[in-house]
């Protein structure tokens, strides 16, 4: 007899938390044997980003905590603001109800806007939130891709695939959303706007993908102060530190994972993509550092 879809996502979801109790349980007890502090002593880790932006690879830094300090990879699924599925938005109930589930120590990752719900729990005390974002026109260019040729559960998949037949089709659509849809899809700027809250936020660090392309080493430093100063005590140098967390870091790992470069929107930009992300996107960018004007 087969098992319904949903029972199957709920067994799924259920074996997780097993998994997660036993890593808890070894990484306490090693922590204990060690004489270093335990997981309660520090926050919750979550790496919370916009959709395509590196949220592996900054997640990827975080989940070498556990070298360096009481931390354990909570092993949880992401915590999202829609169903992949169905396009379904989340309620700020469901979504506060899977953060709970994250326990000191906890390292977890997502995509959430910044309902003021939301901003009072990453701010708290017991929490350690980053955001990390991505130049806007590489990140419509990777949602094509993830969209078109990884995700075929996404909720627009079918209309990448068998409405729209061109690259350039796709990557318009991206830029300009569907408003039209079923499950209203908005322009870059409309998607990129409950994300803003974050950027304001002195308590959550908000990093860039490229700072990991400039200047690695530097960025990761970055990272692992934040998390000292919310609480995290580490049980080594600070060099290294950032040393073991940078051998953790490989973009391939991760499952959406693509090419990982900087600026390659410069190859799949036509004139006619330049002047429509500026129409609806342009003063974003300048916004977010990427552009002084809108001469590019």
Known sequence: MSIPG???VILKFQTKLVRRVWRRYKKQNALHRAGSPGLESSPVFFT????KSGTHLLTQVLEGFPLVGPAVDSGLPAVVMFEGASGRERTTREIL??????????????H??????????????????????????????????????IEPNHVH??????????????????????????????????????FLGWMSQPSVLAL?????????AAAVGTVLQHAVKRGFQLTTSQEQAVE?????????????FRQGKSGGWRAKFTDEHKSLFKQ?????????????????
């Not at 919370?48 to 959709?51: Q, W």
């Not at 109800?97 to 997502?110: E, K």
């Not at 051998?247 to 991760?254: E, G, I, L, N, T």
């Open 157 to 194: 998949h079918q209309y990448y695939t068998q409405t729209l037949k061109t690259f350039d089709e796709r990557l318009r659509t991206s830029i300009l959303g569907r408003p039209d849809a079923a499950n209203p899809f908005p322009d870059i700027a409309g998607r990129f706007a409950p």
């Open 48 to 51: 919370n980003s916009f959709p």
């Open 280 to 296: 609806v996107a342009g003063s974003l960018l300048i916004t977010l550092g990427y552009e002084q004007d809108e001469n590019w």
């Open 208 to 216: 860039k993908y490229e700072d990991f392309n400039t200047d690695r």
């Open 97 to 110: 109800r899977d953060l709970r589930n994250l326990s000191h120590g906890d390292i977890g990752y997502g």
């Open 6 to 8: 949903e029972l199957k």
């Open 244 to 256: 073991l967390l940078m051998a953790q870091m490989d973009p391939q790992r991760s499952p959406t």
């Open 112 to 149: 959430l806007h910044a309902r003021p719900e939301i901003v009072d729990l990453f701010t708290a005390e017991d929490f350690c939130a980053y955001f990390i974002l991505r130049d806007p026109r590489d990140v419509v260019v990777s949602h094509v891709h993830y969209v078109t040729d």
